[in-house]
């Protein structure tokens, strides 16, 4: 079982160290915190932070979210593809609630077309507004990056 492992742990670190132009991480935001940035993800350098701007109450609970892509990386990424589930329940109409990101058909979140990129060492912020709490925030991951 520990040899498993250690090969393993061989054939991540030569399939991360290999130039590629997609990466496939899906590290999950931990909403616990706020804000609370992910762990850099694998060698791309490319973290979430999600953090809470407002709560109201208005026949139900509301909440505020910005998110912060940071991009630690040395190359531009072209687009991000990032993954919600069942915990991304936008206020309605959904359309007015998310800004600076697209949402698919399937739910995931893409950049907008009017960002052609996130810049080597920039950041790019998107929010939205939930039904719920902020203790029912909803849970994010990178599934995707294609980098410029």
């Known amino acids: 079982m520990k040899t498993i492992g250690i090969l393993c742990v061989l ?3 030569a399939f991360a160290s290999a130039e590629t132009d997609h990466y496939n991480p899906r590290p999950t935001i931990n909403p616990s915190q706020n804000p609370s ?4 993800i694998g060698e791309s350098g490319v973290t979430l932070t999600q953090k809470v701007i407002g709560s109201w109450f208005s ?7 910005d998110v912060v892509i940071q991009n630690n ?3 531009n990424i072209k ?14 109409p959904a ?3 998310l800004w600076n990101m697209v949402m698919l058909s399937n739910g995931d979140l ?3 077309s009017y960002q052609n990129s996130i810049n080597a060492h920039a950041s790019y912020t998107f929010g939205f507004i ?5 203790s029912t925030p909803a849970r994010l991951a990178i599934k995707s990056i294609i980098y410029e």
């Open 130 to 134: 939930l039904e719920g709490t902020p």
């Open 11 to 13: 054939l991540f670190v």
């Open 59 to 65: 026949g139900q609970y509301y909440t505020q979210y």
């Open 79 to 92: 687009n991000i593809v990032i993954d919600t589930d069942y915990t991304f329940r936008l206020r309605q």
């Open 73 to 75: 990386m040395n190359r």
């Open 37 to 40: 940035p992910t762990p850099p």
């Open 95 to 97: 359309s007015a609630n």
């Open 110 to 112: 893409v950049l907008p």
